[in-house]
């Protein structure tokens, strides 16, 4: 029996909703193959939201986690080459990486914040964010997935501008793959 999903297959949109970020139910009863559903992002951009001010304190504290993350796993490996007690002297290796690690990113973070000379002295988290959003079926399931879709009640949280779950695009048209 062959794989049904092996080769490329025909998309249909069935459904576009706008970007921003808002959380979704699944309209998608339990029985319906939400594995032939995909949703695509459109018009993409990056966002970079800062989370507050970045001081001498956050950098060091910051440098430090990361460098003991580092000097960890890199002490852990060295333990590992030891083939005579691997885990005594991985695990106590692992250790000296931690403060080790923790003592040389503390000091990279407070130098390489001291040489932005305030440039960049905020703390941030970058996402991508679309502006819309297009749900594509496959061919096979794309009239039940359109259906389950319009059968829902206005109000759910579901809805765009123009109706629940109405598209301002036509379902049907060229496939996507």
Request: charged fraction near 20%; hydrophobic fraction near 45%; glycine fraction near 14%.
């Amino acid at each position: 029996m062959a794989d049904e999903r092996a080769g490329p297959q025909d998309h249909r949109l069935v459904h576009d909703l706008p970007g921003g970020g808002t959380r979704r139910r699944s309209p998608f009863r339990s029985g319906f193959p939400v594995e032939r559903v995909a949703i695509i992002g459109q018009d993409v951009r990056l966002v970079e939201q800062v989370t507050g001010r970045m001081g001498h304190g956050g950098a060091a504290l910051h440098g430090a986690a990361s460098g003991a993350l580092s000097g960890a796993l890199i002490g852990w490996i060295f333990g590992l080459l030891n083939w005579l007690e691997p885990v005594v002297s991985g695990l106590l290796l692992a250790l000296y990486g931690l403060v080790f690690g923790a003592l040389v990113g503390a000091l990279l973070g407070l130098l390489v914040h001291a040489a932005q000379r305030g440039r960049r002295d905020f703390a941030s988290v970058s996402f991508m964010q679309p502006s819309r959003y297009d749900v594509v079926a496959d061919e096979a399931v794309a009239d039940e997935a359109v259906q389950l879709l319009a059968e829902l009640p206005s109000g759910t949280g579901t809805s765009t501008s123009s109706g629940a779950w109405k598209s301002s695009r036509p379902r049907s048209g060229p496939a996507v793959t």
